[in-house]
């Protein structure tokens, strides 16, 4: 399967404790990002990464979250000292820099924050 | 007022039935207009994206996009139980970012 991949799929943590997922993209793709998305909403951009190098984050990235992309393939995303409100589907996507329009999405991680 | 407005529904048709989609922007100089499918649990799927005005037909999905009214719409025709999911619409923004609607939930009724 040559699709967006990410790990784990669910993840359940106690308020607090440090949570980290991956995400590796269609390999041919060097723009991958990062959204989050909960019930009844549609994903929200949290960031994305050219390669290696970070763009953009949104506001909605606090200083609990950083995200990384070490040899511009896979991409981690961590949350420091969880929070109930973390608790969300987090998505991850890829595309080639000239169709940011043509994104295509991982199966998501889920986070569960108790 | 939101880049992207949608319905959240649900939306319940019976099987065979043609299905309409539809969706608001805000801004006219807004190029590009996706319809993502998602199922529940899982990521949203790229079905058709459009640039521009007018139409695009994939099989038996229509992305429509009208830019006088800042209005998209997705219809689709002979509709399947498997079409049942959470429909997105998006819109690329002036930062190049995809916006995405709240996504409408649709029930194909066998």
């Known amino acids: 399967d040559t699709g967006v991949s990410q790990d784990p799929r669910h993840k359940i943590t106690k308020r607090g404790q440090n949570v980290t997922f991956r995400c590796d993209p269609i390999?041919?793709?060097?723009?991958l990002y990062w959204y989050r998305q909960t019930l009844g909403q549609g994903p929200e951009f949290l960031t994305y990464f050219q390669n290696e190098a970070q763009l953009e984050k949104s506001r909605l990235l606090s200083d609990r979250f950083s995200a990384e992309r070490p040899k511009g393939s896979f991409s981690t995303l961590e949350i420091q000292r969880t929070e109930q409100g973390d608790s969300a589907m987090y998505l991850c996507a890829s595309s080639v820099p000239a169709a940011s329009y043509e994104q295509y999405f991982g199966p998501g991680t889920r986070l569960t924050v108790t | 007022q939101k880049e992207v407005e949608q319905d959240p529904g649900p939306l319940s048709v019976p099987e065979g039935a043609i299905v309409s989609l539809n969706c608001t922007y805000s801004?006219?100089?807004?190029?590009?207009f996706m319809w993502y499918r998602q199922y529940s649990r899982k990521g949203p799927e790229l079905l058709m994206y459009t640039y521009s005005s007018g139409n695009k037909e994939d099989g038996r999905f229509t992305a429509q996009v009208d830019k006088s009214s800042k209005y998209i719409s997705l219809f689709i025709r002979d509709s399947q139980p498997s079409d049942s999911a959470t429909y997105l619409c998006?819109?690329?923004?002036?930062?190049?970012?995809?916006?995405f609607g709240k996504g409408t939930r649709l029930h194909i009724l066998p």
């Open positions: 390999s041919e793709h060097n723009r």
């Open positions: 998006a819109i690329v923004n002036r930062d190049d970012k995809i916006i």
């Open positions: 801004n006219s100089a807004f190029q590009y």
